[in-house]
């Protein structure tokens, strides 16, 4: 397996524009789960997903920022209007229940 | 929720002494502790994990520690090289099919020649 994928890798963006990140779980892995990293905050929980259903988004900082996973193989994080604090670098990460958590190599963001 | 605190944020030990890395959690239904490392510019990666189960696991080197009545756990790594300057983080987690994952603040762990 692939492991988890994600795009784009690296982004700078102008502030206001809308960003996208994409997330391919690993196959057979039901639980999806986005993390934001920063030298100030560590690593965040933004949201989770169980069987593409999303279960806790208490993480997601405003309303900018949104999740959706329409099927098992694919998610997507979307931040509009981007502003400069949300630079950061966002991790996927899947697993199955009882297992080990699976991290995507990130997507650094720059919000200028 | 859970809340994971864990100490020191940062720790600088003698190339071949020891170090030791202590998480304490909240939720008292968490039942599945994973360490990773996070080297720069890399994802964090899985390096031991222990259930609730068991009070000690061991790999080579490193060994986690779980005490559930005082609700902590830690991460020991014997004779330290270079390659183990990293940030580590632990995590707890309900392990059940939704259950989330919260992880600690990190450790940055510097080995010194």
């Known amino acids: 397996d692939a492991g988890v994928i994600q795009s784009p890798r690296h982004e700078v963006t102008e502030m206001g524009q809308e960003v996208t990140l994409r997330c391919k779980p690993i196959s057979g892995h039901n639980s999806l789960f986005w993390y934001r990293q920063t030298m100030m905050r560590g690593l965040e929980l933004l949201i989770y997903?169980?069987?593409?259903?999303?279960?806790?988004d208490s993480g997601m900082p405003e309303d900018r920022f949104s999740a959706k996973m329409p099927n098992a193989s694919f998610s997507t994080l979307k931040i509009q209007p981007s502003e400069p604090r949300d630079s950061a670098v966002y991790f996927c990460?899947?697993?199955?229940?009882?297992?080990?958590?699976?991290f995507g190599e990130g997507s650094w963001l720059t919000v200028v | 929720g859970e809340n994971v605190e864990q100490h020191p944020s940062t720790l600088s030990v003698q190339e071949g002494d020891s170090a030791v890395i202590k998480c304490t959690y909240s939720d008292s239904a968490s039942n599945y502790f994973p360490w990773y490392k996070q080297e720069l510019g890399k994802r964090p990666q899985l390096i031991i994990d222990?259930?609730?189960?068991?009070g000690e696991k061991k790999d080579q080197r490193i060994a986690v520690t779980l005490n559930k009545t005082a609700k902590h756990f830690s991460l020991h790594i014997t004779e330290t090289q270079p390659e183990d300057s990293a940030v580590y983080f632990c995590a707890a987690s309900t392990h059940s099919s939704a259950s989330k994952i919260i992880f600690g603040s990190g450790t940055r762990l510097s080995i010194r020649p």
């Open positions: 222990i259930r609730s189960n068991v």
């Open positions: 997903f169980n069987n593409n259903v999303p279960i806790d």
């Open positions: 990460a899947s697993h199955t229940s009882g297992n080990t958590i699976y």
